[in-house]
């Protein structure tokens, strides 16, 4: 039942592991049972050492078993270990990675956000474009901008956004919160940019 539940292809070694345990313990019975088969009944032996023999036979071949199934079964369960380890450690080191590039990529971006007073829309587009997100960075969805809006300066912000176009823009949703923030800038530009302009990010709770 042990050698089902480990897969050859990704942990061969544990497998052989019980292999080779098994064909011991084989190999240790059929030497037992040679034994027996020697004392033939032609030959005089004490009863009661041919009484109780098959039985002390027994017990040595069951406790040598379970001997060696408990030893093989610790080095497949440390073999396993140390492969998932490795495994773990591997994948550990790639989201580290990976998480790294997103930062020096926010970081980029708020390097422009601090160079100009206004990043125009263009601006924030062409910069976006150069890095070329979906072909370099795949896990990169979207980048987005999402200034801190004041109540004072509510109605001239939605004014600014509809003047470049956005009729419809608005802020939403529209229930009051501690923040106000508008999604008013996302790369790349598409459907999903387009339904996410105006989105108070502050608003989800995630």
């Known amino acids: ?82 492969e998932f380890n490795s495994h773990a450690q591997e994948v550990q080191k790639i989201i580290e990675r990976r998480m790294q590039v997103y930062k020096l990529i926010l970081n980029g971006v708020t390097g422009l956000l601090a160079a100009s007073s206004d990043v125009t829309r263009d601006e924030f587009h062409d910069y976006l474009k150069t890095l070329e997100l979906e072909k370099k960075y795949p896990g990169v969805k979207a980048v987005a901008f999402s200034p801190v809006i004041h109540e004072k300066e509510r109605k001239a912000h939605i004014a600014k956004i509809r003047s470049e176009g956005f009729r419809n823009y608005q802020l939403w949703p529209e229930e009051p919160h501690d923040i106000t923030t508008a999604v008013v800038y996302h790369e790349p530009a598409n459907e999903i940019s387009q339904r996410l302009l105006g989105f108070n990010m502050y608003a989800d709770p995630t």
């Open 1 to 82: 039942l042990y050698t089902t539940v480990l897969p050859r292809e990704r942990f061969g070694g544990a497998t052989q592991h019980i292999e080779i345990g098994y064909s011991k313990i084989m190999s240790a019975g059929k030497d037992i049972f040679f034994l027996l088969a020697r004392l033939s009944p032609g030959k005089r032996v004490s009863p009661l050492f041919g009484k109780w023999l098959p039985w002390v036979a027994l017990i040595v071949m069951l406790t040598a078993a379970v001997s060696l199934w408990m030893k093989e079964r610790n080095q497949a369960a440390h073999q396993l270990q140390t």
